[in-house]
């Protein structure tokens, strides 16, 4: 059974920053795509990033690049997001969520309906 525990959630001023992790169990990261999600008061579950360790894909979406970076740590089963920069608007529960992929096929997932483990979430919190 695959598991998924996300950490590192808090509170912070604009322009701070946070590093969230997320450990997983019972998959091999080079058979996974390991995702980080968002969900904002009153708004849909949206993907942020991305990150493939068959293949080395990473992907961010565009509100996020250059401030988020998305890395792994395959020997300790641990995937990190760094958040610098940070912004009220990334105000969100964050999620991370894992796929099955096969190297060679597809690109990295960032939608949720492509995700089937999720974690439970850690809340970050941007203050103006």
């Known amino acids: 059974e695959v598991q998924l525990q996300a950490s590192g959630g808090g509170l912070v001023q604009a322009g701070g920053s946070l590093r969230l992790s997320c450990v997983a169990s019972?998959?091999?990261?080079?058979?996974?795509?390991i995702g980080w999600f968002r969900q904002a008061p009153g708004k849909e579950r949206e993907g942020v990033s991305c990150?493939?360790?068959?293949?080395?894909?990473?992907y961010h979406v565009d509100s996020v690049k250059g401030r988020f970076t998305i890395s792994s740590d395959d020997a300790k089963n641990t995937v990190y997001l760094q958040m610098n920069n940070l912004k009220p608007e990334d105000t969100a529960v964050y999620y991370c969520?894992?796929?099955?992929?096969?190297?060679?096929?597809?690109?990295?997932?960032?939608?949720?309906?492509?995700?089937?483990?999720w974690g439970q979430g850690t809340l970050v919190t941007v203050s103006s």
């Open positions: 969520a894992a796929t099955y992929v096969v190297t060679g096929f597809g690109g990295c997932p960032i939608f949720k309906y492509e995700y089937d483990a």
């Open positions: 019972g998959l091999s990261f080079d058979e996974y795509a």
């Open positions: 990150i493939r360790s068959d293949d080395g894909n990473t």
